[in-house]
């Protein structure tokens, strides 16, 4: 385990509301900064919302309201939306903050005194979509890869970073840190980038074409390009909760289609600045929509808010985290959440956790009976457990969060199979197997503890419940190196029966694999 780890989300564009796509990020980095702090690893999860550049101006004008007025509302939205999806980040940066405005110009001004910064004439294909130059390679049939749009022409006097100074740098250092870009893939794509000629990088837009951004230090009349002032969000949000001592143990958690902004731009901006490259790029796939790119035309968008209105926040959190391969993509659909729902949560956790408090209830009004005699399937139960959890943390530190929770549902089955094997409803009707039933009971709770504890990160909500019912106080859970049979002395009291996850019947539309469509089902 690392010694402290620094998680970012990419800072999301303030031109619509959230969507699934950068609420499977925020899980993400949610779940594996829990994951961190559980551990007791020092640990600082940074969001937030990036407010300038043209297409923010746009919309503003259309929305008849002043720019910086329409990015207070939409980073109002997507505040509330993590909120209430119960995402427990430590900073929320927008990128019009006094402090990150400031922390942008200190580094242009240290930037250009160093002489990297030089003014030239800026032309090419510019995508307003992307707001960038795309070179006549890059583009598909001669359209934005991203928007499907043709790039226009552009040609402007603007201010150039010498990006092509550290690209041998850059290849150099990603090609001695395998780990630098993950998965491989994505690594390999940055490495080829970095075999082409890479030019310079234009960081500034006049103002007479545009004003909505940072002021140029250095120059009145002209404004900061947005990605060279969104990337730094990263640093300066970091500084202004005077945690920057985190700063090499970053992993930046995005989206595929911003990789050339974080793997290549961005690397050479902190190696011009003098700051120290992060730690891990981490970068995921996309997800579609019953087969298809989510698009309001085609009314296929996946709302999150109101997924987990009608599911629950920790259904939707297990189904993006265990039905992505991180790296890959994946597709939404509500019969596929209704499944997983019910195969996995309903019948794997919520199976266990319902039938345990039930027949402690029923046989022991709820105390916990001592957990000897032990016998050799108790004994192999509490070993599948130990196997889920090392398991469970190697493919965490992998990103490999559908193995971790295949791993946690292999020791939930374990438990289920014990039940059967060990047979306590049938033990039950003889009066001299009682204290076999209590420390088969006793087990079932050790696992259910266990997997609570592993399942945290990934189900708060669930987790908590969990412990509320098995009648744990927050110390005692919060220790997962607490021996088996050891978190229950004999005579605690559990609480009441609990479904977690009631079973979901749902119409034949969803049972026919339809994409989500925001309308309601038959629950």
Not at 230 to 256: C, V
Request: glycine share 8%.
């Amino acid at each position: 385990m690392q010694p402290a780890v620094y998680v970012t989300t990419p800072i999301f564009y303030a031109n619509a509301d959230p969507h699934i796509g950068s609420t499977y990020t925020t899980v993400v980095c949610d779940a594996f900064a829990r994951f961190h702090r559980q551990r007791g690893v020092p640990t600082f999860f940074l969001t937030g919302t990036d407010e300038h550049g043209e297409k923010i101006a746009e919309a503003a004008a259309a929305a008849g309201i002043t720019p910086q007025a329409f990015v207070d509302q939409v980073s109002a939205r997507f505040r509330s939306a993590w909120d209430e999806c119960g995402i427990a980040y430590d900073g929320f940066i927008r990128t019009t903050d006094a402090h990150h405005v400031g922390f942008v110009q200190d580094v242009l001004a240290r930037i250009h005194a160093s002489g990297d910064i030089y003014f030239g004439e800026y032309s090419g294909l510019y995508c307003v979509g992307c707001e960038r130059l795309y070179t006549e390679k890059e583009l598909v049939d001669g359209r934005c890869p991203q928007h499907l749009v043709p790039p226009v022409e552009v040609s402007e006097p603007n201010y150039f970073f010498r990006m092509s100074r550290y690209q041998d740098e850059l290849r150099r250092h990603i090609e001695s840190n395998p780990d630098f870009i993950r998965p491989e893939g994505y690594r390999n794509e940055a490495l080829a980038m970095l075999r082409e000629p890479l030019g310079d990088l234009c960081i500034s837009r006049p103002k007479t074409r545009l004003s909505w951004g940072i002021e140029i230090p250095f120059d009145r009349d002209y404004v900061t390009y947005v990605w060279f002032d969104a990337l730094l969000n990263y640093p300066s949000g970091l500084d202004r909760a005077g945690r920057m001592e985190l700063w090499p143990q970053t992993h930046h958690f995005i989206g595929k289609d911003i990789l050339k902004t974080h793997a290549v731009f961005w690397p050479t901006m902190l190696l011009a600045a003098g700051l120290p490259l992060f730690r891990h790029l981490d970068v995921h796939g996309f997800w579609s929509s019953g087969g298809q790119k989510m698009s309001k035309s085609l009314g296929n968008v996946v709302q999150p808010l109101e997924m987990r209105d009608r599911y629950g926040m920790d259904t939707l959190r297990y189904f993006l985290l265990r039905e992505m391969a991180f790296g890959q993509d994946a597709d939404f659909t509500e019969a596929a959440l209704v499944g997983r729902r019910n195969s996995d949560l309903a019948n794997g956790l919520g199976n266990l956790a319902s039938r345990t408090l039930a027949m402690s209830k029923k046989w022991f009004d709820g105390a916990v009976q001592p957990i000897d005699p032990r016998e050799p399937v108790d004994v192999e139960l509490e070993r599948a457990f130990a196997r889920a959890r090392v398991e469970l943390e190697e493919h965490v530190l992998g990103l490999a969060f559908h193995r971790a929770l295949e791993a946690l549902w292999r020791g939930l089955d374990a438990a289920n199979k014990y039940i059967v094997e060990t047979a306590p409803f049938t033990l039950a009707k003889d009066p001299a197997q009682r204290p076999r039933v209590g420390a088969i009971l006793h087990n079932c709770l050790e696992s259910l503890r266990v997997a609570a504890q592993l399942a945290a990160p990934f189900l708060p909500e669930t987790a908590e419940r969990l412990r509320e019912s098995l009648g744990l106080d927050e110390a005692t859970f919060a220790d997962l190196d607490r021996a088996w049979g050891r978190a229950f002395p004999a005579g605690t009291a559990t609480g009441e029966p609990v479904n977690l996850f009631p079973r979901i019947e749902t119409d034949g539309a969803a049972k026919a694999g339809a994409p989500a469509t925001g309308r309601p089902s038959r629950v």
